[in-house]
């Protein structure tokens, strides 16, 4: 089955740090370039970065760039997000997700997981 | 930063009749653009890839149109279980980004 199962959200202060993971299955993960994409409950969606295949091409949207590092593991079939420098901005749901072929749509997503960020 | 505005945020529908919804970028896009559609408490799903490309298992009653800046999503005759939010994202070098998302309710 094709599954992407996200793990690691939580409720951490300002100025803290957090790990994301995704763990894939049902498709051969270092064939595709992964994602990770975020919605404010209740609100729109906000594409966070991405990674390819072989990890040599790094992508970052500019409210996160600088705090986030997207990285991957293809024996382990993760991906991850370590996230530093939270802000209360930062609260969403977090969604693992896979890109379409080389293109930047996303074809498969997870169920997500929820980061707060409060004091 | 490409902006995509969606208009109106709130469309109301009764079953069978047929929708369209707008998606406007802030400068050219070509046909790099996708729709999906989102359900309470799901993660989004792709319906259409490439501005009219419907993706594996989409309904044919989904057609998505449009080029440059201006796009549309077409739902032929709705079905009770299309009344979701829906959003248009646009793929530019890496720079993506999503309109606000329109919600398709039940009139």
């Known amino acids: 089955e094709v599954q992407l199962l996200e793990s690691g959200g939580g409720l951490v202060q300002p100025g803290g740090s957090l790990r994301l993971s995704c763990a894939v299955s049902?498709?051969?993960?270092?064939?595709?370039?992964m994602s990770w994409v975020r919605q404010v409950p209740g609100k729109g969606l906000e594409w966070v970065s991405a990674i390819s295949g072989s990890a040599g091409r790094i992508y970052y949207g500019d409210s996160v760039k600088g705090r986030f590092t997207i990285s991957r593991d293809n024996f382990r079939k993760s991906l991850y997000l370590q996230m530093n420098g939270l802000r209360v901005e930062d609260t969403a749901i977090y969604y693992c997700?896979?890109?379409?072929?080389?293109?930047?749509?996303?074809?498969?997503w997870g169920r997500g997981t929820l980061v707060t960020v409060s004091s | 930063e490409i902006e995509l505005t969606q208009s109106p945020a709130t469309l109301s529908f009764s079953p069978g009749d047929r929708a369209t919804l707008s998606c406007r970028a802030s400068?050219?896009?070509?046909?790099?653009l996708a729709w999906y559609q989102q359900k309470p408490g799901q993660a989004p799903r792709l319906l259409i890839s490439?501005?009219?490309n419907r993706a594996t298992a989409v309904p044919a009653r989904f057609s998505g149109s449009g080029s440059g800046t201006d796009f549309t999503l077409t739902i032929s005759t709705l079905e009770p279980e299309d009344f979701a939010v829906y959003y248009c994202?646009?793929?530019?070098?890496?720079?993506?980004?999503f309109g606000q998302g329109t919600r398709l309710e039940i009139k």
């Open positions: 049902g498709f051969t993960f270092s064939n595709f370039i």
């Open positions: 490439d501005a009219s």
């Open positions: 994202q646009q793929r530019t070098n890496w720079s993506i980004t």
């Open positions: 997700a896979r890109v379409s072929g080389k293109e930047g749509y996303f074809d498969l």
């Open positions: 400068q050219s896009i070509s046909t790099y």
